[in-house]
């Protein structure tokens, strides 16, 4: 998010056939169509498992094997609740901002294409600004983002460090929407891409400025990316969600490309309000 320019980031394997195969062998290796003519198929699975059994191989059971493959292949629902304290909020997006700035500062990483600081793409408002709008969080204070009076997400953060929830943006921005969130603005890069995955759309642009430039911007390894103004489009939410992203990333840019330039940052704000 920015604040002017500142707030806003099988293989198939085929055993060699033996020489001599055992009767059990051959139950195995026999054809799908032999099964309907010959009788010894009869309880094929309990025969395959004994060879299994003679071989040391553990039986798993089925309600054991379907446990399993549900903890892989389900996410863990990520709680994201409201919260009323302010200063709460801001010592958590603090802590993300900052996080690595001073490690790096005595390493000499800072500042460089070799630096993992990130936190210039994190606009930190004064305490006392985020007594307004919703403010949301994980259980952990690890990520979060506001949602102002008239629809801004704003804020988004995620500890570098603390935050272990993978994709956590998925989880943050559907919230925001429920809140009442509908636009937003960033850097122009990989965090378009991540946003259209939520249903939004780029609708303007403005050049970057570096008199605006973020405290600590690292304009080395960052360059200069324009702002994006982007707005909730409900009718392509679903479809931008399941879309292969680097399709989307593709359809993306082209949009961004096609748009004209705003020529300031509040005249693509309010070709942003007038989208949403």
């Not at 001599?20 to 062998?25: D, F, I, M, T, Y």
């Not at 993300?96 to 606009?123: I, M, P, R, W, Y």
């Not at 636009?183 to 891409?193: E, V, W």
């Not at 249903?199 to 970057?208: D, L, Q, R, S, T």
Request: aromatic share 8%; with cysteine.
């Amino acid at each position: 998010m920015t604040n002017r320019i500142s707030e806003k980031k099988s293989s198939e394997f085929t055993p060699k056939p033996e020489k001599q195969q055992s009767r059990e062998g051959s139950l195995i290796g026999r054809t799908v169509a032999d099964v309907t003519k010959d009788e010894s198929y009869l309880n094929i699975s309990e025969k395959v498992e004994n060879i299994f059994e003679k071989q040391g191989v553990k039986k798993i059971k089925k309600e054991e094997s379907t446990k399993e493959i549900k903890v892989v292949t389900e996410k863990k629902e990520v709680k994201i609740i409201e919260i009323d304290d302010s200063t709460r909020f801001h010592a958590a997006i603090v802590a993300a901002k900052n996080c690595l700035l001073e490690e790096e500062q005595k390493d000499k990483t800072f500042l460089t294409k070799d630096s993992k600081h990130f936190g210039a793409f994190v606009h930190a408002y004064p305490v006392k600004e985020y007594a307004l709008p919703k403010k949301f969080v994980t259980e952990d204070d690890s990520a979060g983002m506001i949602v102002k009076k008239n629809g801004d997400i704003a804020s988004v953060f995620k500890h570098p460090t603390n935050c272990k929830i993978r994709g956590v943006l998925t989880d943050l921005i559907p919230r925001a929407i429920k809140a009442g969130g509908n636009h937003l603005d960033c850097f122009n890069g990989s965090l378009p891409g991540m946003y259209s995955a939520c249903g939004f759309i780029p609708v303007a642009k403005v050049k970057f400025d570096p008199q605006y430039a973020p405290e600590h911007w690292n304009k080395e390894r960052d360059g200069e990316p324009d702002i994006i103004f982007m707005v909730y489009d409900e009718k392509v939410a679903g479809a931008h969600s399941i879309e292969e992203v680097g399709k989307r990333d593709t359809r993306i840019d082209t949009m961004i490309t096609q748009l004209s330039y705003s020529n300031s940052y509040e005249a693509g704000a309010e070709k942003q309000l007038k989208s949403v």
